[in-house]
Nanobody, 125 residues
Framework: QVQLVESGGGLVQPGGSLRLSCVAS????????MGWFRQAPGKEREGVSC????????YYTDSVKGRFTTSRDNAKNTVYLQMNSLKPEDTAVYYC??????????????????WGQGNQVTVSS
């Protein structure tokens, strides 16, 4: 049984930082592209970042470029999202997702094969 479990969310002031973690079980991360998605209240889920399965290629949506960094540790079956210079508009539930296709992740597709349960990030003073 595949499980993706996110952690690291919470409340932070504008300009602050958070690091999200996503631990995978039931699958070998080496073979999966990993994405971070988010969904704000009243909005559709959107793709935030992707990292390739082995080559480490990364992709970021324009609104987070230069502020967010995704990385992975395949030995720990874990992917990370470092979020710096956070803004109120970054407030959302953040999900990690896994799929063999990096392109599917780049498209921000909700058809990614596996999803975590979501983790709330709130940016507010």
């Amino acid at each position: 049984q595949v499980q993706l479990v996110e952690s690291g969310g919470g409340l932070v002031q504008p300009g602050g930082s958070l690091r999200l973690s996503c631990v995978a079980s039931g699958l070998t991360l080496d073979y999966y592209a990993m994405g971070w998605f988010r969904q704000a209240p009243g909005k559709e889920r959107e793709g935030v970042s992707c990292i390739g399965s082995r080559d480490g290629n990364t992709y970021y949506t324009d609104s987070v470029k230069g502020r967010f960094t995704t990385s992975r540790d395949n030995a720990k079956n874990t992917v990370y999202l470092q979020m710096n210079s956070l803004k109120p508009e970054d407030t959302a539930v953040y999900y990690c997702a896994a799929d063999p296709s990096f392109n599917l992740c780049k498209l921000g597709s909700t058809r990614m094969a596996y999803w975590g349960q979501g983790n709330q990030v709130t940016v507010s003073s």
